[in-house]
């Protein structure tokens, strides 16, 4: 991100630029809504994303540009992208692979499926059918030489509830709850009194967010919280602390972060 919160393309661009310098291939991974920000781009800056790596395609290198959805569709404000970035990355250039990788386990509220979707998204010069059907196979391989088969009970068990005539209606009364806390959480940390502990990384989707610590390490914060008050985060580096507020009831989300940062005055006192 660069200092106004945005997305920081300029960045993106010089470390797509060197990479893509002496290699006749990159591969890129995308995210998002990201882990562990919760940062999901406007579809301004995705397009920036689009152009700086159809940039370095036309310019002669190929890229394989991965995207990971896990988390789509949970977007809690009018600004972010609400569609994939995979889409606008088709038909771009020849060099340019779109894939996109994206499952039940978080947007269909589905642990422990473990279904997942791969599409590919390619720009032919001639023959499409025929490269299409060698990235199947390609791919049909690799399952059959890593996992073996995916599991048929779990893939039924997904097919089926995409076919519920309920499925639409519950989907929307869990993505409720969740924004339902996104959006708590946003509340509660435009309390000033968090200010002199940490400030947050922006946030718009998703799962998760990220306090970035000023005062204290992110490690010590963590053991202790977990040591002193049973409050289970996770540590990122020296300075980032992951939040799944997913998994917080929204009536208890003032209470977490008062927590934390009790925390950080336990630990600066
Ligand atoms: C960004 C991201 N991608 C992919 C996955 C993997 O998803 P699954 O649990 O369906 O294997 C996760 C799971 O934590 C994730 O956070």
Same mark, same amino acid.
Request: hydrophobic share 35%.
């Given at each position: 991100m660069d200092c106004q919160g945005n997305f920081n393309l300029k960045s993106f661009e010089t470390? $797509? @630029?060197? $990479? #893509?310098?002496?290699?006749?291939? !990159? !591969?890129?991974?995308?995210?998002?809504?990201? !882990?562990?920000?919760?940062?999901?781009?406007?579809? $301004? $800056? #995705?397009?920036?994303?689009?152009? !700086?790596? #159809?940039?370095?395609? @036309? #310019?002669?290198t190929d890229v394989l540009a991965v995207t990971d959805d896990a988390y789509f569709g949970l977007f809690y404000d009018d600004n972010a992208l609400k569609e994939s970035i995979f889409t606008k990355l088709i038909g771009r250039d020849p060099r340019l692979l779109a894939l996109k990788l994206d499952g039940a386990t978080k947007e269909n509220f589905a642990w422990g499926l473990r279904v997942g979707f791969v599409t590919y998204g390619a720009t032919f010069i001639n023959d499409s059918k025929g490269a299409y059907e060698a990235l199947e196979k390609k791919t049909a391989g690799a399952v059959r030489g890593s996992i073996s088969n995916a599991s048929h009970l779990s893939q039924e068990l997904v097919l089926r509830s995409l076919q519920s005539e309920n499925y639409a209606a519950e989907k929307e009364e869990k993505f409720q709850i969740l924004e339902g806390r996104a959006r708590e959480v946003s509340r509660v940390l435009a309390d000033s009194k968090y200010q002199q502990a940490w400030e947050a990384y922006p946030f718009n989707s998703g799962y998760f967010m990220c306090l970035k610590l000023k005062t204290v390490e992110a490690e010590r914060l963590r053991v202790h919280l977990l040591e002193k008050y049973g409050v289970g985060l996770i540590s990122l580096g020296k300075t980032d602390l992951r939040v799944a507020f997913s998994c917080i009831d929204q009536e208890n989300v003032r209470e977490l972060f008062d927590t934390v940062l009790q925390g950080v005055k336990d630990l600066k006192g």
């Open positions: 470390c $797509e @630029q060197s $990479e #893509a310098e002496n290699r006749e291939k !990159i !591969i890129v991974i995308r995210n998002f809504p990201n !882990i562990p920000t919760g940062y999901t781009p406007n579809p $301004e $800056e #995705a397009d920036g994303i689009v152009h !700086i790596l #159809a940039g370095v395609a @036309q #310019a002669g």
